[in-house]
């Protein structure tokens, strides 16, 4: 798991870059919450993540980080999309913030569930 994480992270990071990249040749400074959320979610988060799992291999081996990885990188992408939607007043936005949050919240509760059984 923790080399999946951090190949996922670095997508994340070029992602972010990207969005980057569209703020500053724009000018349209709407976009800096959604770059910011696949900053700190995507690239950091998951990279951290992957280095935990790297460093401490019983982590990565358990079905809870299976199941982490897969609800945080299916949920990250719909708040993405979610906020990209209220950004641009898309009525339906909302809910899919709402369920990206919520699962997303989900996915960290596991993995602290993992660390916090798998440390000892």
Request: charged share 10%; proline share 2%.
């Amino acid at each position: 798991m923790g080399k999946q994480c951090l190949k996922i992270a670095a997508v994340y990071f070029a992602l972010g870059v990207l969005f980057s990249l569209i703020i500053g040749v724009s000018g349209d400074y709407s976009l800096s919450p959604i770059q910011s959320h696949v900053h700190l979610l995507g690239w950091t988060t998951l990279g951290i993540i992957g280095l935990i799992y790297v460093t401490f291999p019983a982590l990565s081996v358990t079905i809870l980080a299976r199941i982490h990885f897969w609800i945080h990188n299916i949920s990250l992408p719909v708040l993405i999309l979610g906020i990209i939607g209220k950004n641009y007043a898309i009525a339906e936005a909302r809910v899919w913030v709402v369920i990206g949050w919520v699962l997303l919240a989900a996915g960290i509760m596991l993995f602290m569930v993992n660390v916090w059984d798998r440390l000892r």
